[in-house]
T-cell receptor, first 116, second 111 residues
Framework: EAGVVQSPRYKIIEKKQPVAFWCNPI?????LYWYRQNLGQGPELLIR????????DSQLPKDRFSAERLKGVDSTLKIQPAELGDSAVYLC??????????????FGPGTRLTVT | KQEVTQIPAALSVPEGENLVLNCSFT??????LQWFRQDPGKGLTSLLL?????REQTSGRLNASLDKSSGRSTLYIAASQPGDSATYLC??????????FGKGTKLTVNP
């Protein structure tokens, strides 16, 4: 069974440029998460989707970040415009959540973003 | 607000040694606790998940314990090997379903 797929794996952009990350969760997983991991830190949640609905986006900087999961499967996270402080690893995770019982989260390999 | 602390931040041991990594959390109202491994430049690999009703979980040379009332978990690695070198992250999951992570312990096992 394929794991969580993310692309690209690495991205280098100049500040003020836009960038987008893509994630395809494990088949059948209805919950999708985007995390950001700064150097030397643990990941922090940006947004959580239940199917196509964003149910927790309280940590998403909405002035420059946006995300979508139109068909409840794959998802795109966008930054526009990027700032130097956005340099980090962006991790996607998925889980199978039934009712309100949280299940184990499976992570993709991440996208390492460098903003110059 | 849930906070997770991992001690030590870094650990270097000779091959074959048994070791313990520590994790503490401030809010005991959790659904589960997960231990992850992260290799440089890679994503997170789940090692063990302990439900809030459980006290420990074992997988091969790894054993994780959970004391929810005191807000503590330990990851025990037996007979360490150079291939165990990585950063180990502890994370707790509460009602919001998001994982709250510690900063990790960087483990180096020397041949």
């Amino acid at each position: 069974e394929a794991g969580v797929v993310q692309s690209p794996r690495y991205k280098i952009i100049e500040k003020k440029q836009p960038v987008a990350f893509w994630c395809n969760p494990i088949s059948g997983h209805n919950t999708l998460y985007w995390y950001r991991q700064n150097l030397g830190q643990g990941p922090e949640l940006l947004i959580r989707y239940e199917n196509e609905e964003a149910v927790d986006d309280s940590q998403l900087p909405k002035d420059r970040f946006s995300a979508e999961r139109l068909k409840g499967v794959d998802s795109t996270l966008k930054i526009q415009p990027a700032e130097l402080g956005d340099s980090a690893v962006y991790l996607c995770a998925s889980s199978l959540s039934l009712f309100s019982t949280p299940y184990e989260q499976y992570f993709g390999p991440g996208t390492r973003l460098t903003v110059t | 607000k849930q906070e997770v602390t991992q001690i030590p931040a870094a650990l270097s041991v000779p091959e074959g040694e048994n070791l313990v990594l520590n994790c503490s959390f401030t809010d005991s109202a959790i659904y589960n606790l997960q231990w992850f491994r992260q290799d440089p430049g890679k994503g997170l690999t789940s090692l063990l998940l302990i439900q809030s009703s459980q006290r420990e979980q074992t997988s091969g040379r790894l054993n994780a314990s959970l004391d929810k009332s005191s807000g503590r978990s330990t990851l025990y690695i037996a007979a360490s090997q150079p291939g165990d070198s990585a950063t180990y992250l502890c994370a707790v999951q509460g009602g919001s379903e998001k994982l709250v992570f510690g900063k990790g312990t960087k483990l180096t096992v020397n041949p």
